[in-house]
């Protein structure tokens, strides 16, 4: 194999190369929550440097919690689409592909940004955190199945606006990795508990979205291939979560790790993650 070969994914589609940008959040919406030509200005350029798969930064799926200021949304009543269909034009007659990566932050939305963030379970992120997010209350399911509808609706927007692809942000914390993780998700409902139960939401979510963008547009998730933290989302978890996602027809898996408790992801080994860290493979 060699990383100028394509990839057929499951789906369908080609890739024309084995090289993809990972998400970085832009960070440079315009109000209210819109892509400006900044942004097909620099996937532009990554297209044309012969980047293969291009992930954006992650766009919010509710405009009520956003996990920075300057985030791109979609949601139903944003009127954003002009601005959307214009970055995707950024790989249009090109064979390499830009897909949106969808997050909600769950508790990760910062004080300024969200006076009572939502969560699988009212539980507060660890000190120091807690000064910087306040306290989250836990999702009623009502919510948690609107939750899922908006992913949903964000994937078909992100479908007739010409993008190539999604990838669900199940990584680094967020509110899909919250599910995940037994440390943050303590519900003795359906949505919690054994390994099959935390994983619904993001099963659900990957469902919902497959149903809405037919059988043929690719659908990636970026997971943990573990948490990083005490009582965490661990290795083997996620290796059965990836093949269970595997088994319902997912097209790329993107392993990271850790959360803002743990922030592995970042190279900063935090004092929690040093001590708490116990990968099992
Ligand atoms: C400026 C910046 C912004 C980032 N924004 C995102 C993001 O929006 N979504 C995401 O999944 N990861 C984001 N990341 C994390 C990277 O995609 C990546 O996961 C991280 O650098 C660790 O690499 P690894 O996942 O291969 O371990 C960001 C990283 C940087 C440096």
Redesign the pocket.
């Known amino acids: 194999m060699k990383v100028s070969e394509k990839l057929t994914l499951p789906c369908g589609a080609v890739l024309p190369n084995r090289i993809a940008k990972?998400?970085?959040?832009e960070n440079m919406a315009k109000p209210v929550f819109y892509p400006g030509e900044e942004f097909y200005n620099a996937y532009k350029t990554w297209v044309d440097g012969d980047v293969g798969l291009c992930i954006s930064?992650?766009v919010m799926i509710d405009s009520r919690y956003l996990g920075e200021a300057n985030n791109v949304v979609i949601e139903k009543g944003l009127d954003n689409t002009k601005e959307l269909m214009n970055w995707a034009k950024a790989s249009a007659g090109k064979e390499n592909h830009i897909w949106i990566?969808l997050?909600h932050p769950g508790k990760q939305s910062p004080k300024y940004l969200s006076k009572e963030p939502v969560a699988p379970s009212a539980t507060p992120l660890a000190p120091p955190l807690d000064k910087m997010f306040n306290q989250p209350r836990a999702l009623t399911e009502q919510e948690i199945l609107e939750i899922i509808e908006r992913f949903g609706y964000a994937a078909k927007t992100v479908k007739e606006c010409g993008f190539d692809g999604v990838q669900i942000?199940g990584?680094?914390g967020y509110l899909v990795s919250q599910f995940l993780s037994p440390a943050h998700n303590k519900r003795t409902d359906k949505w919690g508990g054994s390994i099959e139960n935390r994983m619904r939401f993001v099963i659900e979510v990957y469902k919902k979205i497959r149903q809405v963008v037919g059988d043929s547009f690719p659908i990636g998730i970026?997971i943990n291939s573990a948490d990083f933290g005490r009582g965490g989302f661990t290795n083997e978890e996620a290796v059965f979560v990836a093949k269970s996602l595997s088994d319902l027809g997912i097209d790329l898996i993107e392993l990271?790790?850790g959360s803002y408790e743990t922030p592995v992801?970042?190279g900063a080994q935090s004092k929690t993650a040093r001590q708490n860290a116990k990968p099992t493979f």
């Open positions: 990972s998400a970085m959040s930064g992650n990566q997050n942000h990584a680094h970026k990271s790790g992801m970042t």
